[in-house]
């Protein structure tokens, strides 16, 4: 089970498409948030994909949830672009959230700065900014094992 999670991308749809035409294998697609017209370019150009998005701070005409959950391959996931969380000035109450939800792994955003750390258990994952400095992760759930990555365009 391939993953591609991205956040930020503030209307970058070149930056969305290059991500998305580099991980054709990728089984889910998550945005954590803050995308424009591009979010829905980019899902109506690859249909065939299994897209998890949530709303960001930035996106004010949409009809997004704050925050999604799933479960692929026994690993559950909490979406959330961070905002609500105050994640710009810690991770605590996002830990708290994703505790109480009993995720896994908690995807988000709004700090445009990558970060993935295990906490009690619970992995935060962020890819930092596909919009400003092209950055988006990757999740790979083999045999049990979740592996991460952050990645860069060039």
Do not use: W
Not at 10 to 15: D, E, F, I
Not at 93 to 98: G, I, N, Q, V, Y
Not at 118 to 141: A, H, M, Q, T
Not at 144 to 149: E, M, S, Y
């Amino acid at each position: 089970m391939k993953i591609i999670v991205v956040s930020d991308t503030h209307g970058s749809y070149r930056n969305f498409k290059k991500v998305m035409e580099l991980n054709r294998n990728a089984d889910i697609i998550v945005h954590c948030g803050d995308s424009r017209d591009e979010l829905d370019d980019i899902k109506f150009e690859f249909r065939d994909k299994k897209f998890v998005t949530v709303k960001g701070n930035c996106d004010f005409m949409t009809m997004l949830p704050l925050s999604e959950e799933f479960t692929a391959d026994g690993v559950k996931f909490f979406v959330t672009h961070g905002h609500m969380y105050n994640v710009k000035y810690g991770l605590l109450d996002l830990f708290m959230a994703a505790k109480e939800k009993q995720a896994d792994i908690a995807l988000f955003g709004h700090t445009h700065i990558p970060h993935d750390e295990v906490v009690d258990g619970i992995r935060l994952f962020n890819p930092g900014s596909l919009g400003y400095d092209k950055s988006f992760g990757v999740i790979e759930i083999k045999d049990g094992q979740v592996l991460t990555n952050i990645a860069h365009l060039k």
